[in-house]
């Protein structure tokens, strides 16, 4: 079981390095919600890349700090990419965060999702209902949770997934991160819960990918757990901020990046959790 001091403290350093190296943290990801996930990237302090070819995918891995790949929109031409590119940094012994959006969707999504369960990533980042279904597809322990995934929105629970993403974390060895009204983080040992954020995450599209986004560019500078920790606190710190004087997803939207720009690497690592077993 971690300690809360030493987690705290290793969050604030994330944060601080981030800003100092503005780190590279490049994407394959859905055509959706792209530009918000390299936008609130930027804000952050970390540098942002999106590409789509196989070739460009490589020459990414072997450029970035750790990639993030996003399950959204997929493409034929993913069919290469995303294996070619995943190869690539396992060579490199560099980090990912897979979001399996919308698993449970076509044939090639679940093919390479499947194929994904040899690579481990890093982070694994979902709603409750895409891990529980993740858990499922690669026949770990799910719990008692019957797969229920429905488009790319959960009609699950975070309590709900813990098993699934206890299971997920145990398999991988990595981190897997659960979003919800309150989010959990588990090395597969420790639960990190924090809560936070606004009812207007759900009200835009993007909230869940781009805290995948950012889990990647703090994974160029922290263990898994760490990064996944440092990115759900900061979102739930921005989120409840923007909140505030937002009438409407609109303005929230523009909002929020300003705060996830704004939040000092001490507010982040100060921002209320509880670890558990
Ligand atoms: N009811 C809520 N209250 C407060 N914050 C929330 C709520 N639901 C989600 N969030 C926050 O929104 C962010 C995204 O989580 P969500 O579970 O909506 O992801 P998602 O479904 O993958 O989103 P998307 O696919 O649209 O990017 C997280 O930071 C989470 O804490
Ligand atoms: C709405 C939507 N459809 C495919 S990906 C995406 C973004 C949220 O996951
Ligand atoms: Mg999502």
Redesign the pocket.
Known sequence: MRNAAETRERIKQAAERVRQEHPLAPSITNAV?MEFVANAQLAIGGSAAMVYLADEGEAMAEAAGAMYLNM?TILPLYEASMPRTVRCLAGQHKSWVL?P?GIGVGGLREKLLRSFRQEKPGIIR???S?LIALARLWELDAGTAETAVCG???TQSVAEARQAAMSLARWTGGAVAV???E?LVTDGETVFLS?????F??K????????GGVMAVYACCAEPFIAAAAS?AL??LA?ERAEKDAPGPGSFRQQFIDELYLATPEEIAGWPFKLDT
Not at 195 to 199: C, N, R
Not at 204 to 211: D, E, F, P
């Open positions: 919600t959204g979001d959006v979902g709603n409750a895409e790319v929105d959960t979003s919800g009204k989010d809560a936070g954020g606004s009812p995450m759900t835009i599209t993007g909230a869940g990918c781009s805290l759900v979102y739930n989120g």
